[in-house]
């Protein structure tokens, strides 16, 4: 991917893709940035951020309510978030677009946003609902004897003992939303409201493909997912094995 990037089209064209760059270019690097990469990435920026606030928003109070509710309708819901684990994306876009199209949510970010967080849900309640399960009823005990309410037990305890499942979740759900390609595709027609997945496009012409182009468009576009990986390593495989909370 490296080699392809720093290389001009024709010399790509001429020696093949197993060929080292005779020559090494940053023409590559240039056509990407000026031809839309930053709007590109802020859009995809801002639907990552939205969709990891929303799902820690969303999955933190359900997986705690599920560990210590004893109701009925807590495990119920629970086995319905596990259903979802089953259930493609593929399998729910033509019921999906008729939701969006109603809500009057077609063509903006909030279309992407809102299924995303919503498939990326049951994997992290799962994730979360093993790590509170580790938490010690005695802490819990405790707490209540204090005269600390649920609110206050889930901020002042649940949350700090579960900080590595929450950055395990939290790493996921960025992932899925940097990745996402079904939903902007589907719900969104913008040129301006692109992200980086389907800004990759723009390098595919009517008879052949930029690759060299498309292959630079890549490498940035992975970079900071890199990054993030390299950053949250230990938390992802940690939280996603079932022990984010040790």
């Known amino acids: 991917m490296v080699s392809w ?22 023409e590559n690097f240039t056509e990407v940035v000026t031809g839309g990469f930053a709007r590109y990435l802020l859009n995809t920026v801002i639907v990552t951020v939205a969709c990891v606030v929303l799902t820690l928003a969303v999955a933190i109070p359900a997986a705690y309510a599920i560990v210590r509710s004893t109701s009925w309708l ?21 019921p999906l677009y008729l939701i969006i199209n109603r809500m009057q949510l077609y063509d903006s970010l909030t279309a992407i946003i809102l299924p995303t967080v919503a498939f990326g849900l049951p994997l992290s309640i ?17 707490m209540t004897i204090d005269g600390a309410g649920p609110f ?47 800004g990759l496009q723009r390098f595919r012409q009517e008879f052949q493909i ?3 182009g498309m292959m630079m468009a890549v490498m ?17 495989i940690a939280g996603l094995a079932g022990m984010g909370s040790r």
């Not at 390609?181 to 913008?190: A, G, K, S, V, Y």
């Not at 990054?227 to 992802?236: D, I």
Request: proline share 6%; hydrophobic share 55%; glycine share 6%.
């Open 5 to 26: 990037s720093l290389q001009e089209r024709d010399d790509f064209l001429d020696n093949g893709p197993v060929a080292l760059p005779s020559a090494i270019t940053l």
């Open 74 to 94: 807590s495990g119920f819901a629970f086995r319905i978030f596990l259903l979802g684990l089953a259930i493609p994306a593929q399998a729910t876009i033509i």
């Open 126 to 142: 799962l994730v979360l609902a093993g790590s509170l399960r580790d938490v010690s009823n005695e802490l819990y005990d405790a």
């Open 152 to 198: 206050r037990i889930l901020w002042q305890l649940v949350v700090p003992m579960s900080r590595g499942s929450i950055a395990a979740v939290g790493t996921y759900a960025a992932l899925g939303a940097w990745n996402q390609f079904l939903f902007p595709l589907i719900l969104t027609q913008n040129p301006d409201l692109r992200v980086l997945t389907l």
């Open 210 to 212: 930029n690759l060299p």
């Open 220 to 236: 940035l576009t992975a970079l900071p997912v890199f990054v993030l990986y390299l950053v949250a390593r230990r938390w992802l």
